[in-house]
């Protein structure tokens, strides 16, 4: 039990279950004073429950959860100061825009000037000062989010949890609001954050780590870079980013998939094992170059910036995202794939229990 | 093709014959309702009944047991709906459904039952006074209010909170969680919780259930001639006394006529109450 000077969250082996079954399992996992930790995985797996083990919202059935170097297993979520923002908003319908903000101050017993001070600073912080004296009905969803979170940095909390905090946004709100909230994080730099979402693009856009969850259970951790550019699990794979993912088996300095060699970095695989090749689709070229692989053409897509290519080689799914083809070749026809050594990433055999032949997205 | 049919009727233009649609139901109202209160009222009109009730010591008497009564039923069913909502729907324990369900079944039992069961309990031969002459071997037991006031207005209370419970776990319901785990999260106790975010929530459900318990209390006749029968007189008893007993129909009618403005009057308050609630939604 290191104690720690200022702030941060610590679970320690945190299991939660739910009517016999387990919603979480053994979670390990640090988050430093100030740091930004994205909990990222699918719907059911867990991340939104340790959050909640942090509120105290959910009692854990093992394991502690420490915050700022203090036991907080116990203690009532009244007594944590933890701030804490929710997909639905969760605003007092009757109190006007400044009295949801002051509720917090009001519930310690700030007094009043101070109240008043904080609660006009909270509300500057999030750009709501000039709504101070509306109802939340009378705010769009993106004004009542900002407001609900000027309400949770009032009362000044070490850690601010972040709970979707996004998902009910539409997607030119939530790139702005993702901005926004990557600004406030720079003017509150010494603020833990814990932020919970299933969407890749937010955790890679504004978290210093990330946790990526599945099935109750922790499956990796790491900077967006880390997980981006070398995933260690096809899991964090598939899920932080798209990709592509090849059975292959590791050769003498490359490995050789659907009876071609490739050149990749093999690393310390030994030749002959069983392993997985990541390569983002965004780094297929079409045509000929390093690393050629034929195949034949299933399904085009066009996304307006770029074309998406399904390529069956060897029975196996491919995609390319290619920039705007200017004449995409026809359905069937027989295309040629390239990618660059550096680019694909050898997975071992560690996280081959998330299985083949998943929606590679 | 039913629906063809009925989409068919609902096309045609409403017409004369349409119109006659509106005949019987006007038809019975007037024989069965309204004929009848012009009859009582004509009665009551007799000259001189009027200023011979309204001076009367029974009627004052009986007027302000009657207000006295509802005022303290409406207010004792809020408090204790208020706190058994407060329970039912926010402190979760085993069986506290199958509870919200009895409630509902609650509000279809008769009134008289209530005192039937209170008789059991606590009259002179029940249960309470049975275990105090046990235990001491007195002749009689401590409990004697049932014939009182006291004793309507427990019966009434136990009879009509789940009037006001009922439509507090309707509005409780509808609370969302995130709002009260928001609370507690910013620091708020539990007590601040139901006070600040709870009870706002809950006020127009409290006051819809109140003035419906307002209304029925003071029309209450079953519960007030069954336990109060000796000491306990309030309009609707009075007006059965002057009619049946005494057979003074204009005072009966009198009697009759202020009670019927009375709850009207606080009818119309519930449908104002009401509607400004149901417009708060």
């Known amino acids: ?361 | 093709m039913a629906a063809t049919t009925a989409d068919l009727v609902r096309a045609r233009p409403r017409t004369a014959p349409a119109r006659l649609w509106a005949l019987p139901p006007v038809a019975v109202l007037a024989l069965v309702f309204l004929y009848p209160l012009a009859l009582v009222v004509r009665e009551s009109l007799t000259p001189g009944a009027y200023a011979r009730v309204l001076g009367s010591h029974a009627f004052q008497d009986a007027l302000g047991t009657t207000v006295w009564l509802a005022a303290g039923a409406t207010v004792g069913c809020l408090v204790l709906g208020f706190v058994l909502a407060l329970i039912l729907a926010f402190v979760p324990f085993p069986g506290s459904r199958a509870v919200a369900r009895f409630i509902d079944v609650f509000l279809s039992f008769p009134s008289f039952l209530v005192t039937l069961a209170l008789l059991f309990v606590y009259g002179t031969v029940g249960i309470a006074n049975g275990l105090w002459t046990g235990a001491t071997g007195d002749g009689d037991g401590p409990f004697d209010f049932l014939t009182t006031p006291w004793g309507v207005l427990l019966a009434e209370i136990t009879y009509f909170t789940p009037f006001v419970v009922r439509p507090l776990l309707a509005a409780f319901s509808q609370v969302d969680t995130a709002q009260l785990e928001a609370a507690s999260s910013l620091g708020a106790k539990p007590a601040r919780v139901v006070r600040q975010v709870i009870w706002p929530e809950a006020l127009p459900a409290l006051a819809a259930g109140g003035s419906l318990v307002l209304v029925m209390s003071l029309n209450e006749f079953g519960i007030v001639l069954f336990t109060g029968a000796k000491g306990v007189t309030t309009l609707p008893t009075l007006v059965y006394g002057k009619a049946i007993l005494e057979s003074d129909y204009p005072a009966a009618c009198v009697v009759a006529v202020v009670n019927i403005a009375l709850s009207t009057g606080l009818y119309a308050l519930y449908r104002g109450v009401s509607r400004r609630a149901g417009a708060h939604r």
């Open chain 1, 1 to 361: 039990m290191s104690d720690r000077t200022g702030s941060g969250v610590r679970f320690d082996g945190v299991t939660v279950d739910y009517d016999g079954h387990t919603v979480l399992d053994a979670l390990d996992l640090t988050v430093e004073p100030g740091e930004v930790m994205a909990l990222l995985g699918p719907s059911g797996s867990g991340k939104t429950t340790a959050l909640r083990a942090v509120a105290g919202f959910v009692r854990p059935a093992a394991g502690r959860v420490h915050v700022g170097g203090r036991d907080v297993t116990g203690l009532p979520p009244h007594r944590r100061g933890i701030g804490m923002v929710v997909q639905s908003y969760a605003l007092f319908p009757h109190l006007r825009v400044a009295d949801n903000v002051a509720f917090g101050l009001r519930a310690r017993r700030t007094p009043k000037a101070e109240t008043a001070a904080r609660t006009a600073e909270a509300l500057e912080l999030t750009g709501m000062g000039a709504y101070a004296r509306r109802h939340p009905r009378e705010l769009s969803g993106g004004q009542q989010q900002r407001v609900a979170i000027a309400r949770a940095l009032a009362i000044r909390p070490d850690v601010l949890l972040l709970d979707e905090p996004l998902s009910a946004l539409d997607a030119g709100l939530r790139s702005g609001m993702l901005a926004e909230l990557a600004r406030l994080h720079r003017e509150l730099p010494h603020m833990s954050m814990l932020y919970v979402t299933h969407d890749q693009v937010e955790a890679l856009t504004l978290a210093d780590r990330i946790a990526v969850m599945d099935r109750a259970r922790l499956r990796d951790c790491g900077t967006p870079q880390e997980l981006y550019r070398s995933p260690r699990t096809e899991f964090t794979a598939s899920f932080v980013g798209n990709a592509n993912l090849l059975p292959v088996t590791v050769t003498a300095g490359g490995v050789s998939f659907a009876g071609r060699t490739l050149k990749v970095p093999a690393g310390q695989a030994a030749p002959g094992a069983a392993a997985t090749l990541c390569v983002r689709p965004h780094l297929v070229g079409l045509g000929p170059g390093p690393n050629t692989l034929r195949g034949t053409l299933a399904e085009v897509q066009w996304r307006g910036a770029t074309h998406r290519l399904t390529v069956h080689v060897g029975g196996h799914r491919m995609l390319a995202d290619l920039r705007e083809l200017r004449e995409p070749p026809p359905l069937g026809a027989e295309v040629e794939l390239h990618f660059a050594p550096d680019d694909a990433v050898l997975i071992g055999a560690i996280g081959t229990e998330a299985g083949h032949g998943r929606d590679h997205r």
